[in-house]
């Protein structure tokens, strides 16, 4: 069963738009954290949030927000005024005490195409 | 920040050879290192983790016989694809749990492609 489903496979905006992913989790555990990465072309994940899961509150770093909602295992990420930059594909991902030694349960994500 | 190196960034091998890579946690130990695997436009998939010194849990239907990994030291883990095919061609990740939390550093991922 998919742990994390990213139910958005494509988005297309234009340039200085705001942008959601949406990222919905399952788990059992009580403890466990989420990820997102962005993945440019070249491969190489780049790390952009960590959450635990007794920590609710929502993050801001510059463009970025997240909303993290454990009353719908949600985990969604807001790309404000977006740039050709934000161009990339987005993975959102669970670890869990119950999976491989808290291995990275990614999702399938959704890759981002910003326009000018 | 903790750093984990790669290597190689691309191979290109001939069907039936046996191809090496290699990941080193740079500036920590890295007791747990876990391999993943991304077709084109898909997910990365856990292929195995590896703890320092036994050997290493690989998830339902990963070929262990065929993708060896060794993790000898805190400081190296390395994935062998061994008597490569076409079908392997992919990109292969490691990550490496970082000490004392809950963060994981990426390397930097070696393309795969078997001829």
């Known amino acids: 069963a998919q742990k994390v489903t990213q139910a958005q496979t494509e988005i297309s905006v234009v340039e200085k738009e705001d942008v959601t992913l949406d990222c919905v989790y399952e788990?059992?555990?009580?403890?466990?954290?989420l990820f997102w990465y962005k993945q440019p072309p070249s491969g190489e994940l780049v790390f952009l949030i960590r959450?635990?899961?007794?920590?609710?509150q929502n993050e801001i770093s510059g463009r970025y927000s997240w909303n993290f909602q454990k009353s719908t295992s949600s985990f969604n990420f807001t790309i404000t005024a977006s740039q050709v930059v934000d161009s990339a594909v987005y993975f959102c991902?669970?670890?869990?005490?119950?999976?491989?030694?808290?291995?990275?349960?990614f999702g399938k994500g959704t890759s981002l195409l910003v326009t000018p | 920040g903790a750093v984990v190196s790669q290597h190689p960034s691309r191979v290109i091998c001939k069907s039936g050879t046996s191809v090496k890579i290699e990941c080193r946690s740079l500036?920590?130990?890295?007791?747990?290192m876990f391999w993943y695997r991304q077709f084109p436009k898909q997910s990365l998939m856990l292929m195995a983790t590896?703890?320092?010194?036994?050997?290493?849990?690989?998830e339902q239907g990963v070929e262990k016989d065929k993708f060896l990994i060794n993790h000898a030291s805190l400081t190296l883990s390395t994935l062998t694809v061994t008597s490569a095919h076409p079908e392997d061609s992919s990109f292969y990740i490691c990550?490496?749990?970082?000490?004392?939390?809950?963060?994981?550093?990426f390397g930097s991922g070696t393309r795969l492609t078997v001829v």
């Open positions: 590896s703890n320092e010194g036994s050997k290493a849990t690989y």
């Open positions: 788990t059992r555990d009580t403890t466990y954290y």
């Open positions: 990550s490496a749990r970082e000490p004392g939390g809950y963060g994981y550093t």
């Open positions: 959450r635990n899961s007794f920590d609710e």
């Open positions: 500036d920590f130990q890295a007791t747990t």
């Open positions: 991902a669970l670890s869990e005490a119950g999976n491989s030694g808290y291995a990275l349960n």
